[in-house]
């Protein structure tokens, strides 16, 4: 008997694989297909603006680098990376912003999302050591905590429309325990969305399961999982990976669980942690393989750039600029034409920046982050009630459209453009529970 060689082991686990993937992909019902989030048609406040058909847009660049891109914008021809590049260098950033804010205005017109959601991070016990992240713990530090499924249930409540559960890489959580946890909040929560674990999560539990990753996200779905986080992305760079993350997986194997995710029907996130040691040319390169991706095998809901935190590591002395925020905003925008939405992270950005990025291409500002305790309807003055108005404020200051969403982007809520005018918004879904402080990092793998 001839031993195998690696190169027939790899073959035969990725026809295995293949194998799952065309199993799961049977099993899964025709709506759940691999296909593109980008709204079909153009808004009306696209075409409309004040009741008025909207202006042609009359750009004027400080930068003439600008001109030969933005005429690319408005007739829909893809930007090359060296477009990309210059987006970066350009000082013109009002111009920049105008550029994106018209892409985005074309796609969502002046809305701007939110979801009424909570973050749940059931451990903070990681056997990776990412240098940039202050949340993890090693299993005998004693800030390393655990969270019982009673714990993660008690986070939550029906009021809910979307949970985001992401945390780090336990070493004695079996993956059995991590279904249990959506199988429970599905139990318990029927009509909460489940956007739980990152590319990197659902790599490991296919490592201690020793399943292919075909079979861990088919067990995810049938316990009751929606979507997944972009979380895990970071830079798809050897060079950055090698000096920040290098126990990590790497950009393939990242692309790879989110390509066969979208294949199965999974919608997902997508992230770009930037702001520490990475070049503009990686954030470029970075942008276009996720927008090769969504070509390839769409599925992506929303790009999160995440504004690198400094924390007590010692990597910069500080983290990226609002002109860096805005930037990285915009360009993406811009670079990834495919991508339904970009998001002005509030957690990161800080509230003030995430409300101007409206402003500069993105079209969501992610939600209202809850804490564990829940408020009750009656305590008028609770930080859940400023909490939603916050967020309805951070988009009215910018000029847009509060919509409430879902976790799938399904409309919940319209609210008016003022506070003072009558909308469809009934407010009650938003009434109860609290919100975490504003600033505070909520990371995990
Ligand atoms: O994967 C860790 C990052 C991510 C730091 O999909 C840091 O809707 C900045 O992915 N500074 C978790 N970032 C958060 C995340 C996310 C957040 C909001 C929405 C969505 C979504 C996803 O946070 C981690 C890691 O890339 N991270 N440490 C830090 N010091
Ligand atoms: Fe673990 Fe995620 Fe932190 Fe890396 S970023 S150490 S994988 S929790």
Redesign the pocket.
């Known amino acids: 008997m001839t031993e195998p060689t690696q190169d027939s082991l790899w073959q035969s686990t990725k026809e295995l694989a293949e194998a799952d993937l065309t199993a799961a992909a049977a099993r899964a019902p025709e709506r759940n297909r691999a296909r593109s989030h980008l709204p079909d048609g153009q808004p009306e406040s696209a075409a409309f603006l004040n009741g008025q058909p909207r202006p042609e847009p009359d750009l004027r660049f400080r930068d003439p680098a600008l001109e030969p891109i933005w005429r690319k914008v408005q007739t829909g021809e893809r930007l090359t990376r060296s477009d990309g590049l210059t987006l970066f260098a350009s000082p013109d950033l009002n111009g920049l912003g105008a550029m994106a804010d018209w892409r985005k205005t074309q796609l969502h017109g002046d809305q701007a999302y939110f979801v009424f959601n909570r973050q749940v991070n059931p451990t903070n016990l990681c056997v990776l050591d990412c240098k940039?992240?202050?949340?993890a713990h090693h299993p005998l530090d004693p800030k390393g905590y655990a969270m019982s499924i009673d714990q993660v249930l008690a986070k939550l409540s029906p009021e809910l429309r979307e949970v985001?559960i992401?945390g780090g890489l336990h070493h004695q959580w079996r993956f059995d325990y991590y279904v249990d946890v959506v199988r429970q909040i599905r139990r318990a929560f029927p009509t909460i969305q489940i956007k739980a674990y990152?590319a990197v999560e659902i790599d490991f539990f296919a490592k201690i399961a020793k399943l292919s990753i075909e079979r861990v996200l088919e067990t995810l779905v049938e316990a009751g999982l929606d979507s997944m986080?972009?979380?895990?992305a970071?830079v798809f760079s050897e060079r950055v990976r090698a000096e920040l993350f290098p126990k990590k997986i790497g950009a393939e194997a990242w692309l790879n669980v989110h390509r066969i995710a979208h294949r199965m029907g999974i919608p997902t996130?997508s992230?770009l942690?930037y702001g520490h040691i990475e070049t503009h040319e990686e954030r470029v390169d970075h942008m276009l393989l996720l927008r090769e991706l969504e070509d390839e095998a769409p599925g992506f809901l929303?790009f999160?750039p995440?504004?690198?935190?400094t924390?007590y590591s010692d990597i910069v002395k500080r983290g990226p600029s609002a002109v860096e925020d805005l930037k990285t905003i915009a360009a993406a925008r811009l670079l990834m034409d495919n991508m339904p939405h970009i998001k002005s992270?509030w957690v990161?950005l800080g509230e003030d920046t995430a409300s101007v990025g409206l402003n500069f291409g993105a079209s969501d500002i992610?939600g209202t982050i809850f804490e564990e305790k829940i408020a009750h309807a009656a305590l008028a003055e609770s930080p859940v009630g400023l909490a939603r108005e916050r967020i309805l404020q951070m988009i009215r200051e910018a000029g847009k459209i509060p919509v409430e969403r879902d976790a799938l982007y399904n409309i919940v809520d319209r609210y008016p453009i003022r506070a003072s005018e009558p909308g469809t918004a009934t407010g009650d879904i938003a009434s109860t529970g609290q919100v975490t402080a504003p600033g505070q990092?909520v990371?995990?793998?």
Not at 132 to 135: A, I, N
Not at 229 to 232: I, Y
Not at 306 to 309: E, R, S
């Open positions: 940039f992240c202050d949340y985001h992401v990152t986080p972009g979380g895990g970071e996130n992230t942690l929303a999160i995440l504004a690198f935190q924390g992270y990161m992610d990092v990371a995990g793998a």
